[in-house]
């Protein structure tokens, strides 16, 4: 069983532009050097999950026009720029299975787990860690390597990001982790 680092959202446009979120920034370096450790393993591939919106997008609705495909505000930060052979899968709904190829790749790579990071622990991480439980797949959440998204409330961010893990381990039974136990 192989297992994939799916890196969620970690976009111009979600860290520093339209929809800056200031809790991703300290997940940048952990998400870093996971990719960083997948990359060196056999039995791990990285896949980014990135938002690459089109006009007429039922989510621009709701946040407005934000990661437009083909824009550099849906371009992955610098620091975690995707390298070879790391896939990346566009995608238009908060899931990363919502009509895109992620299926397909995680079957022709033969993968049984899935570790998600990135934006955002309520709602594109929980959304995809749902579909990766209805397929079958064993779901790991490093708390230290996602955020919710801080702009949307006013109640404290780390209550907010307990509770949407809380919810990925009661409901999808993700095992929540940090960081440095996947290293």
Known sequence: MKTALVIVDMLNDFVDGTLANPAAKPIIDPIGALAEEARRRDDWVVIYANDAHRPGDFELAIFGEH?????????????????????????????????????????????????????????????????????????????????????????????????????????????VVESRDLL
């Open 67 to 175: 990661a437009m495909a083909g824009t550099r505000g849906a371009e992955v930060i610098d620091d975690l720029r995707p390298e070879q052979p790391d896939l990346v899968v566009p995608k238009r709904y908060y899931s990363a299975f919502t009509e895109t190829d992620m299926t397909t790749n995680l079957a022709i790579h033969q993968v049984g787990q899935v570790v998600l990071v990135g934006q955002h622990t309520d709602c594109c991480i929980r959304h995809t860690s749902y579909d990766a439980f209805q397929r079958g797949l064993r779901v790991v959440v490093p708390a230290d390597a996602t955020a919710v998204f801080e702009p949307l409330g006013e109640e404290p961010v780390q209550t907010r990001q307990q509770r949407a893990l809380d919810y990925l381990k009661t409901f999808y039974g993700a095992e």
